[in-house]
């Protein structure tokens, strides 16, 4: 398939198909430059399902079509990668691996009077979650997951408060946002979310309840937000539960009676 942006900013996308029979083998496609060559994109596929990529621009666009591994294509070769690329023989050490708590399946343990260093680099947004709103915080780009159950009825603040100003060699992030969730029904329910709680980190605090599995969310501010590496820690207060008041969450509401003073 190919597409062009032809007229300004690619208002007039065309999108078209061409089919082509060809041997296995190696091929080269290259690409004439043409009026806006940063909307122009082109992908492979055949007609077994397999799919060789996508190319952007005007570079060229090699493909092993039938994926025999003779053509000394460089590239990625590990299909964790963001960046994968099923034709390449040669690594040429490219490779975008996204961090190992990526996806909230894959949720990094974290408990009570903990931190540990995390990153953000090649991070992505496989929960779909980016330009939603929880709380009143919008989620701005992709981020990485930790799981946390709470053994008692406790106060849990959640934190990258902690992570330090940059030096030379290093790569922390200034900017972050935390976000605090349940699951409920296989859907994603927020307790927590902060931005700029500690200077432009940030620290969500909710009221935890014994046994439950809550998960944590670690964002940037914005995806322009520099640096990818941050401290988070979590701490717990049973005491500061016995102070909040029972009607404190709207479902624990207390109801109005007409005649009866509150």
């Known amino acids: 398939t ?13 999108i078209g198909y061409e089919y082509v029979c060809l041997a296995p ?3 080269n496609f290259v690409f004439v430059s043409g009026s806006y060559d940063d909307e122009i994109s082109v992908s492979v596929a055949d007609e077994f399902g397999i799919d060789y990529g ?28 963001l960046n994968y690329n099923i034709n390449a023989s040669i690594d040429d050490g490219s490779c975008e691996i996204p961090p190992s708590n990526d996806l909230l399946a894959n ?3 974290i408990s009570c009077s903990m931190s540990t260093t995390g990153s953000l680099l090649f991070a992505s947004d496989d ?8 709380l009143g915080v919008t989620v701005p780009a992709e981020g990485v997951w930790y799981e946390f159950n709470s053994d008692s009825n406790q106060q849990v603040t959640v934190s990258t408060c902690s992570t330090p100003s940059n030096g030379e060699g290093t790569d922390y992030i ?3 946002q935390v976000f605090a969730f349940t699951i409920e029904n296989d859907e994603l329910v927020a307790v927590a979310a902060n931005d700029n709680g500690c200077g432009a980190l940030s620290n969500a605090v909710f009221g935890a309840s014994s046994g439950v599995d809550y998960y944590f969310l670690v964002t940037r501010y914005a995806v322009w937000s520099g640096g990818n590496d941050f401290v988070l820690s979590v701490d717990c207060d049973p005491d500061a539960c016995d102070d909040i ?12 009676v007409d005649g009866v003073t509150f």
């Open 2 to 14: 190919f597409g062009d942006g032809e007229g300004p900013e690619g208002t007039n996308s065309n």
């Open 25 to 27: 083998g190696c091929y």
């Open 54 to 81: 996508v190319s952007t621009g005007v570079e060229d666009f090699p493909i092993d079509f039938g994926l025999g591994g003779t053509c000394d294509i460089e590239g990625c070769t590990d299909n964790a990668a």
């Open 107 to 109: 949720a990094e343990p």
């Open 127 to 134: 929960e779909e979650l980016a330009t939603q709103s929880f």
């Open 174 to 176: 200034s900017d972050t």
């Open 245 to 256: 008041p029972s009607n404190d969450y709207c479902n624990n509401a207390v109801a109005m």
